[in-house]
């Protein structure tokens, strides 16, 4: 069987999933699973792209795609007028002096010699910087805070297109990325992976606690919407129309036309970055990225900067996860740091890239849409499993009652099952590189 | 006089409580770095591994409790560690025999192999939540104080005092007696030499005839001991939690790192130096400040330098601190 066929026969296999789910649960419930799909796509093809192109361990997804949902709240929101006028300048001064620090202390690095009065310069100057930072910004902070802290107390957004915030969540991604490959790239592979563990907790932390960035545990509600609201569509007597001409209710109908409607935008995003990955695979630049994955001292000997090349492929991939975490938080229409948990958006994503197969996008996609399916799909089989094998068991045993509590916990079983099968016995995934 | 008053308040809210907790991140700091002297890769399953240990200690406890075998004062967990690091022991050697051992004759890299206890992090957390829930458990019992606070003011006529609980004495103990018997294994033993020459140089011990399926062996049976004891001290200071304890892992890995990775020393200062700073940058120093100044002096404010939500930030700084300029850690671990 031709690689084409195999390729065609398994995404057929997810298409049937995702129909099926649509025939026996609802089609409601299989277009979420599809968007979802899509999203979780260009996910896994941002961390193929450092995985699988150049071999670079990334535990930090999770960072990178919470900084891209907190562009979508710092672009499309509108601004808090008072709570700007209130604080919004101490903040901005506060952070200001802050960077203006972190600089002079990498000028006096640089510029002064090595020694005892450079070590002590640069302890006085971090030591003023940082409560001098502190004086502004608290300040500032609670200035902010104090704002109507029921709904807002917040300094809002720039009110500009949702839209827009998907580049601009990638962008944010790329700052971050840079920070950290800056400072972990060219050590060993371990220490990478463990510097983006580290740095993902921080954003997340960062988000949950700094309530004037983004309201912290009291989450962003009622982000701006690309697409219509369905009740906007409900009241549309010409929609009510079409629908009832499709034998559909209208609250059916509005809810299903929205989902489709996230769907192709997610599709032409997923699209968009596919083909561009696609043609750096086979670039003059994808073959130098894959020398490098290869052998990286031959590369270095050949007079490539192995250095920079990881941080470049690192940050373009981080960006792409950011632009997905952007697309994410649009889709769910509110920001809830606390939803923001290490092994669905960082480990999950790695299960997806390594099932499909690292090095191969199309492997990538297949990978997140199938994980994602599964991911979703486990607990609802598992409950049935379940209700198999307790139901031969006295109603209100102890064990029943708990074996019928931990079907929750199927999932992690089966992605860590999942995983090293396909790691030991298909290490190549499912659509192995070529 | 105020100077001996900010020592107590000193005393009770940073170094009892740095001590402490630099005792269960130096256990755990213990486990990865010998994982990654002798298995060489950095062991992502770690935390949950000391999550599952713990479990296994809760359940005996859970049972002695309730077929009222108690230690009096001493925690009952105590009586159960042992059953607990026997259920570990058998989890961690299965898993090598399993998934580890495949990758290992194979020659694998070192990445794929953390992309594998990744995997094995996920079976492990998955189990953990099954038997036991991902809810808090409570499994401390006995004694809750050795002193309290007042016990010692009114001892000592101080306006301040400290007190330590039971549970903290009794990590920094259990851990002191842990370490030297790790180092007595590792420096006097037989199998402990044939360990430390495998992680030195692999091929010079396996031409000398050391048998690496023992070293291994050996290895993973040190590394459940010292997640349980970890995990159950954690578990008995705080309070059981299985996410806590795969947060636990940036801590764990900052303090071997900074350390020096595959060096057991580097481990056990790494763990202490993470411990302090984190405690003492995120602890609010006003009524210390307010007894060690004069008057005049005394601040307004906290006088916290962050808040706790970021204590995770300060293991990442120092980390981060240390790549940046010792990237094979303050003693000298493998750079491999």
């Known amino acids: ?122 302890l006085a100057l971090g030591l003023v910087g940082f409560f001098a930072f502190r004086a502004v910004f608290d300040s500032g902070v609670q200035a902010v805070e104090a704002v109507d802290p029921a709904l807002t107390g917040y300094l809002g957004g720039l009110g500009l297109p949702v839209l827009l915030a998907w580049p601009v969540g990638g962008l944010l991604a790329a700052g971050g990325a840079w920070v950290i490959g800056k400072t972990a790239l060219g050590l060993r592979s371990d220490y990478l992976a463990i510097a983006t563990l580290g740095i993902s907790e921080i954003i997340i932390a960062v988000m949950k606690n700094e309530d004037w960035l983004s309201r912290g545990v009291k989450n962003v509600i009622g982000l701006p919407r690309p697409v219509p609201y369905e009740v906007d569509l409900q009241n549309d007597p010409a929609f009510v129309e079409q629908a009832a001409g499709l034998g559909l209710d209208a609250v059916t109908a509005s809810g299903l036309w929205v989902k489709t409607q996230y769907g192709v935008l997610f599709a032409i995003v997923l699209v968009v970055i596919f083909v561009a990955l696609q043609l750096a695979l086979k670039s003059p630049w994808g073959r130098m990225m894959r020398a490098i994955r290869d052998n990286e001292t031959a590369a270095r000997a050949m007079g490539k900067d192995v250095t920079r090349r990881h941080l470049q492929v690192f940050v373009l991939g981080s960006a792409i996860c950011g632009l997905a975490g952007a697309m994410m938080t649009t889709l769910d229409g509110q920001l809830t740091p606390s939803s923001y948990q290490p092994l669905r958006f960082t480990f999950l994503v790695w299960v997806m890239v390594i099932v499909g197969g690292s090095g191969s996008n199309l492997g990538a996609v297949l990978g997140g849409f199938l994980i994602w399916f599964l991911w979703v799909q486990v607990e609802p089989l598992g409950a049935l499993l379940m209700q198999g094998i307790t139901a031969g068991m006295a109603d209100g045993s102890a064990l029943k009652a708990h074996l019928l509590d931990s079907v929750a916990h199927m999932r992690l079983l089966t992605m860590g099952i999942v995983l090293l099968l396909v790691l030991r016995f298909s290490p190549r995934g499912l659509i192995p590189e070529k | 006089m105020e100077l001996l008053n900010a020592l107590m308040v000193l005393m009770n809210f940073v170094i009892v409580p740095a001590l402490t907790y630099g005792s269960q991140l130096a256990l755990g700091a213990l486990g990865v770095t010998l994982v990654y002297g002798i298995l060489r890769f950095s062991n992502f399953a770690h935390g949950d591994g000391m999550a599952l240990g713990t479990t296994a200690v809760i359940l005996f406890t859970w049972w002695f409790q309730s077929l009222g075998i108690s230690l009096g004062p001493v925690p009952t967990a105590l009586l159960a560690l042992p059953f607990g690091i026997a259920a570990a022991a058998a989890l961690m050697l299965g898993t090598d025999r399993v998934v580890y051992r495949f990758y290992r004759t194979q020659k694998a890299k070192p990445v794929i192999l953390v992309i594998v206890s990744m995997g094995v992090m996920f079976i492990y957390n ?12 409570n499994f401390a019992d006995g004694a809750r104080f050795l002193f309290t606070v007042r016990e010692f003011r009114d001892w000592s006529g101080l306006d301040e005092g400290f007190g330590i609980r039971s549970t903290q004495a009794l990590t920094v103990v259990t851990a002191v007696i842990v370490v030297a018997a790790l180092f007595w294994f590792l420096n006097r033993t037989r199998t402990g030499k044939s360990m430390r020459a495998f992680s030195d140089n692999e091929d010079l011990a396996l031409l000398s005839g050391i048998n690496p399926e023992k070293v291994v062996a050996v290895t993973w049976l040190l590394v459940a001991a010292l997640a349980t004891i970890a995990g159950t001290l954690y578990g008995l200071d705080k309070s059981f939690k299985p996410f806590t304890y795969f947060q636990l892992l940036l801590p764990i890995f900052a303090a071997a790192i900074v350390g020096g990775l595959g060096s057991p020393l580097g481990a056990i200062a790494g763990g202490f130096i993470i411990a302090f700073s984190e405690v003492t940058v995120t602890y609010a120093w006003k009524k210390v400040l307010e007894y060690a100044l004069p008057e005049a002096l005394a601040p307004e404010g906290l006088m916290q330098l962050m808040s706790t939500e ?8 120092i980390l981060v601190v240390v790549l940046l300029f010792k990237p094979t850690g303050l003693f000298k671990g493998k750079a491999v």
Do not use: C, E, H
Not at chain 1, 82 to 87: E, P
């Open chain 2, 310 to 317: 970021y204590k995770f930030a300060v293991s990442f700084m």
């Open chain 1, 1 to 122: 069987m031709s690689d084409g066929l195999r390729n065609a026969g398994l995404f057929a296999l997810v298409a049937a999933l995702i129909v099926g789910t649509g025939m026996l649960q609802s089609w409601n419930t299989a277009l979420v699973i599809l968007n979802f799909g899509l999203i979780s796509a260009i996910m896994a093809l941002g961390v193929n792209l450092q995985w699988g192109f150049a071999g670079l361990f990334n535990v930090g997804v999770m960072g990178f795609v919470a900084l891209g949902g907190l562009a979508v709240v710092l672009v499309s929101m509108p601004p808090v007028g008072a709570a700007w006028q209130a604080g919004g300048l101490g903040i901005l001064a506060g952070l200001v002096l802050g960077a203006a620090t972190i600089a002079g202390a990498i000028l006096l690095w640089q510029r002064m010699s090595p020694g005892r009065a450079r070590g002590l310069a640069l």
């Open chain 2, 126 to 137: 998955g189990i953990t939540r099954f038997i036991i829930g991902p809810d808090d458990q």
